[in-house]
């Protein structure tokens, strides 16, 4: 196991960039995709035997989307964490 620890300025950026991401726009995005989905699900709406196929599938599609989001969640922590124990033991450069 390497005895380096390092945390530079370029990657305290990116996980700065990356923590946003996962914590703003994604969760938003994923929320109006639903929406979106939704609104295609309703009949009077959207209708034909390929629309009918979308909405059979939009359930799974949005679970899977959730499933990415949590995912997402946890590793933004894990990152987070890592960074932060590297920080104190004086990987800062």
Do not use: H
Request: hydrophobic share 35%; with cysteine.
């Amino acid at each position: 196991m390497p005895d380096r620890v390092l945390s530079t300025a370029t990657a305290r950026e990116a996980i700065t960039k990356m923590q946003q991401i996962i914590t703003g726009d994604l969760i938003d995005n994923i929320e109006n995709l639903n929406r979106q989905g939704q609104t295609l699900c309703q009949k009077d709406v959207w209708d034909g035997r390929l629309a009918q196929e979308f909405s059979s599938n939009w359930p799974e599609t949005y679970r899977s989307l959730q499933r990415a989001q949590e995912t997402l969640e946890e590793l933004r922590g894990k990152v987070d964490k890592i960074n932060e124990n590297i920080m104190r033991a004086g990987g800062n450069v």
